[in-house]
T-cell receptor, first 111, second 111 residues
Framework: NAGVTQTPKFRVLKTGQSMTLLCAQDMNHEYMYWYRQDPGMGLRLIHYSVGEGTTAKGEVPDGYNVSRLKKQNFLLGLESAAPSQTSVYFC??????????FGSGTRLTVV | GDSVTQMEGPVTLSEEAFLTINCTYTATGYPSLFWYVQYPGEGLQLLLKATKADDKGSNKGFEATYRKETTSFHLEKGSVQVSDSAVYFCALRQGAQKLVFGQGTRLTINP
């Protein structure tokens, strides 16, 4: 089925470890986004991309890096995980004419 | 910057009750407005949208009208069902296709 696929779905990290979250979309969307969802705070934009090879900072970019080497993939990296990065991470994609499509989320716990 | 404010939850109603979830926004331009719904353990799904003033978005019995004069986009449903239990997010979009979310309102419908 067409859509946005996030991997992994769950992960537990120790403080200081690194990891990469993968987002893949097969709808040929230009725009891709990474959000984090925390209780009582809605979704906050971490980084986004308006096309292959481009990235930009969102509302809460500190501690994260991203790459968009291929149009269909948007990677979110944590170089040195901290407990404050415990959250649910959502990837989304869109084009100019369609609404956002969200992935099912990655639940990350940093201990 | 742009922002969205939703009524605080949680909201608990009985089946067949009337639902209103308030949403107001602050934006410099003329944003598009959205309501998203998140069922337990899932990503966000677009519920309805409106792209200009006085537009009414509707879907699955839910409605919301874009009111520029009051900068509001309140969500309503005439008769809620248990299956409507979810978290509802109001959002706006303008410029670079970025979505700005409210904090979300958790709705529980009791049979």
């Amino acid at each position: 089925n067409a859509g946005v696929t996030q991997t992994p779905k769950f992960r537990v990290l120790k403080t200081g470890q690194s990891m990469t979250l993968l987002c893949a979309q097969d709808m040929n969307h230009e725009y891709m986004y990474w959000y984090r969802q925390d209780p009582g705070m809605g979704l906050r934009l971490i980084h986004y991309s308006v096309g292959e090879g481009t990235t930009a900072k969102g509302e809460v970019p500190d501690g994260y890096n991203v790459s968009r080497l291929k149009k269909q993939n948007f990677l979110l990296g944590l170089e040195s995980a901290a407990p404050s990065q415990t959250s649910v991470y959502f990837c989304a994609s869109t084009s100019r004419t369609f609404g956002y499509t969200f992935g099912s989320g990655t639940r990350l716990t940093v201990v | 910057g742009d922002s969205v404010t939703q009524m605080e939850g949680p909201v608990t109603l009985s089946e067949e009750a009337f639902l209103t979830i308030n949403c107001t926004y602050t934006a410099t331009g003329y944003p598009s407005l959205f309501w998203y719904v998140q069922y337990p353990g899932e990503g966000l799904q677009l519920l309805l949208k409106a792209t200009k003033a006085d537009d009414k978005g509707s879907n699955k019995g839910f409605e919301a009208t874009y009111r520029k004069e009051t900068t509001s986009f309140h969500l309503e449903k005439g008769s809620v069902q248990v299956s409507d239990s979810a978290v509802y997010f109001c959002a706006l979009r303008q410029g670079a296709q970025k979505l700005v979310f409210g904090q979300g309102t958790r709705l529980t419908i009791n049979p």
